[in-house]
């Protein structure tokens, strides 16, 4: 896969081909045999001689012998016993910690992370384009790289989760598991256990104003232009590609909060939707 060419990591099928013999030279070494008792079937211990028995001679007896046995895959990645173990673990975890603090999703915006482009081909084409010619060569990188789509995403979920769950939330414990869209691009689901963590009953405007409180000294944002509309058409701002010699500008954040207020407000069933031009000015 890190061959110097990428010709293998490019590949569409050989990738498959290598976790297919990966998967078959474990099983020979990793596997166990497990035969299931049942008391009427087998009323006397199993040893060695009952069921070279039940291979030489074709009786009844032998064969239910023969189907109650089964082959244990458990440390398999991928199959059916292992995702068994994986629940399991979970479940251990609900039990032990209670319940989790909140559930992440994490997805990968793939198509514009400039951190993630200026690893692939055709980079320097890719950062002149126009949007759609832009989209074209990001669909075709993912498509024809999709190692270093999941490797940057990967490491970027892991300093999120190092750096900011666990260094500002107290993050103590952790449960996800990884998945791919059909053209490969990672995203995760997860259960996060934080320390002190405060749920509160979201039933009633008490409960909501102390939930308000407590997040309200993690997430803060301050609007510089206060009077300034969200115009008609106006293109996301989370899409431009910011060059090095770009500075921020007031104009640029208020264009940011204002098309989160927007997502938000269309998103909440219990607001009314927000049209472009009529998001309420943030304080």
Known sequence: MR??????ARHPR????????????????????FCKRHEQLNPEPLDINALKDAFRNETPEGRRLLESIVRWTGSIRGTRAYWGVKLQELLAMAYALKCPSTFITFSAADNHWHSLHRHMPRYQEWLAADELHRMRI????????????AFHFHR?????????????????????RLEWQGRGSPHSHGLYWFLGAHLPDMSSEESRE??????GIHVHALNP???????????????AIPG??????????SMVIYSLITIVAQANSNITDTQPGTAPPLQ
């Open 210 to 215: 102390t939930f308000a409180k407590f997040w």
């Open 225 to 239: 232009e206060t009077n300034r509309q969200m115009t008609v058409g106006e293109a996301n701002p989370l899409r």
């Open 3 to 8: 061959w110097r060419d990428g010709r293998f």
């Open 156 to 176: 970027r979920q892991q300093l999120f989760v190092k750096l900011l769950l666990g260094g500002k939330f107290n993050l103590v414990e952790h449960w996800d």
């Open 244 to 253: 090095l010699e770009d500075e921020p500008t007031f104009l640029l954040l």
């Open 14 to 33: 050989f990738r498959f081909v290598a976790f297919n013999t990966l998967m078959r030279r474990q099983i020979s070494t990793r596997s166990t045999f």
């Open 138 to 149: 990001s669909v075709a990188n993912l498509r024809d790289n999709p190692h270093i789509s």
